[in-house]
């Protein structure tokens, strides 16, 4: 049985919010500034109203995704740490987005060298996890994802699971404490990649 990788894709394969401030500051006038919390604190409208609301930036990001998600550029070094372990392991993109950017997103994928099956989610990605784990046999599985809720949901749901917090975007993530339930922080892929191996080549589940 191959050991399994269930992956986020924005901030850990794809640099997303420095590309989502650039389209908020031609589109709708606002300067985006992220500060670590919610997108919705990290908006200001360039004419000096009232900040967005939560509700509007949802919309924006209902906007932004699937129609400029030409704009996302890879993580460095992503590509070639898939690659590698793709060689060891199956591989899963986990992303929060709605499941019509799910084709989208894999084309998107494959355009920078990414051909894994992509799986849409909303909400904690605990249960989804705990789904994929039990789907491939329960094989060691290594979790790695920027937003520290999803390590709780996925600590909570699937605990046997080794989890990686890794917020990808340098401007981001000074910002970013490491998510409590996660077992360890790392923001560089080449880094990340040696961690992952270890696990695997351990063959024991988190907490073991």
Not at 30 to 52: V, Y
Request: aromatic share 6%; net charge negative.
């Amino acid at each position: 049985m191959k050991p399994l990788l269930i992956c986020d894709c924005d901030e850990v394969l794809l640099h997303m919010v420095r590309h989502f401030g650039v389209w908020l500051g031609e589109t709708h006038d606002i300067d985006f500034t992220p500060n670590g919390g919610d997108f919705a604190t990290s908006m200001k409208r360039r004419d000096g109203t009232s900040a967005p609301s939560r509700e509007e930036m949802w919309g924006m990001l209902d906007q932004f995704f699937p129609a400029e998600m030409d704009r996302q550029t890879l993580v460095p070094h992503a590509r070639e740490a898939l690659a590698a372990l793709s060689q060891v392991a199956d591989i899963v993109i986990l992303t929060n987005l709605t499941d019509q950017c799910r084709q989208p997103r894999i084309e998107q994928l494959a355009r920078f060298g990414i051909e894994h099956r992509v799986e849409c989610n909303q909400g904690g990605k605990g249960g989804p996890v705990a789904r994929l784990v039990a789907e491939h046999g329960d094989p060691v599985t290594v979790f790695v994802d920027d937003l520290g809720v999803h390590h709780e949901s996925v600590a909570k749901y699937a605990p046997q699971v080794h989890r990686l917090h890794m917020v990808s975007e340098p401007a981001l993530a000074p910002a970013v404490p490491r998510a409590p339930a996660a077992h360890v922080r790392i923001d560089d892929w080449r880094e990340a990649q040696g961690w992952i191996e270890a696990r695997f080549a351990e063959g024991l589940p988190a907490g073991a």
